[in-house]
């Protein structure tokens, strides 16, 4: 199937690493020019280097720390310059936090926001002027935190990725005067570089052997394993892709069947 994603300009946020990578990568592949960012610079460039070289598209790198208003701006408006214009951006970056209630604080909380909600309501108002120009594309990652909890620990997780959700449902009425679609991919679990870390909590928290908890998210999905960046970059680049052009306002979950409601 062509997607129709020849030439189209685009910008992956949080893409050095696992998801937003994949999905940097998985646009490039189909003919997107792409720009990527991060905030280490020089995990950035040898991902730029790679999609270079996987797929020979036209890759650019911005270090930015998204978390911060101002950096969220720039990103865009070079991006934007560098490309000419914007047709797709997916909002990527994120984190999975998880912690309890005695665990976070103020400054804890409003991390959480500006990260995982903020990053994405600026970058998607700075883009907007560009997404307009030729019924553009926003695409946003969520999360099954968002839809549904697993552990108390997914907390802040849950709260942000729900707000997420919201404003991928109003932004979509908002960008249809423009022909822009907005959805949402949420992924289950999958095997990036910080599923470790993540690992780690949960066996702590549970009182299990890492392997135990690596059983434990598995078990998570119908399909009894972990899913993969790339498979969650396939739906991620189908909704940004001219094919998908009756599809706005949704959640597509890529979990292996984990999400438990109908
Ligand atoms: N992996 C999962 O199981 C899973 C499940 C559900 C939802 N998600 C969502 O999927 C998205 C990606 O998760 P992931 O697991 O692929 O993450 P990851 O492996 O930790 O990669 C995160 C990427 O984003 C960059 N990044 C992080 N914070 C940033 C910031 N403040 N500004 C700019 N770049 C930043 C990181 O590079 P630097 O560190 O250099 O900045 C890295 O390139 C997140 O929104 C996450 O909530 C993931």
């Known amino acids: 199937m062509d997607m129709g994603l020849e030439g189209a300009r685009a910008l992956v946020t949080g893409s050095s690493e696992g998801i937003g990578h994949a999905v940097a990568r998985g646009l490039a592949a189909e003919g997107a020019r792409v720009a990527i960012c991060a905030r280490r610079e020089e995990t950035l460039e040898r991902a730029a280097e790679r999609i270079r070289e996987e797929t020979g598209a036209e890759v650019h790198a911005f270090t930015a720390d998204l978390s911060r208003s101002e950096d969220c701006d720039r990103v865009v408006a070079r991006a934007a310059e560098a490309l000419g214009g914007l047709d797709v951006l997916v909002n990527n970056v994120g984190q999975i936090k998880l912690a309890g209630i005695e665990e976070l604080s103020d400054a804890d909380w409003r991390a959480e926001i500006e990260r995982n909600v903020m990053s994405a309501v600026r970058c998607s108002r700075a883009a907007w002027p560009h997404l307009k120009e030729k019924s553009g594309r926003v695409v946003n990652i969520t999360g099954l935190a968002g839809k549904q909890v697993h552990l108390p620990g997914d907390m802040a997780t849950s ?86 052009s009756f599809v706005t306002g949704v959640t597509v979950e890529v979990d292996g069947g984990a999400a438990s409601y109908i």
């Open 159 to 244: 709260l942000t990725k729900a707000a997420l959700n919201s404003f991928t449902k109003t932004l979509a009425h908002d960008g249809a005067a423009h022909g822009i679609l907005v959805n949402n991919v949420c992924p289950g679990p999958i095997e990036t570089e910080g599923m470790p870390e993540r690992i780690g909590w949960i066996a702590d928290r549970l009182g299990v052997s890492y392997e135990d908890a690596v059983r434990n998210r598995e078990r998570v999905s119908i399909l009894n394993r972990l899913g993969t960046p790339e498979e969650v970059a396939n739906v991620a680049v189908f909704l940004a892709s001219k094919r998908a």
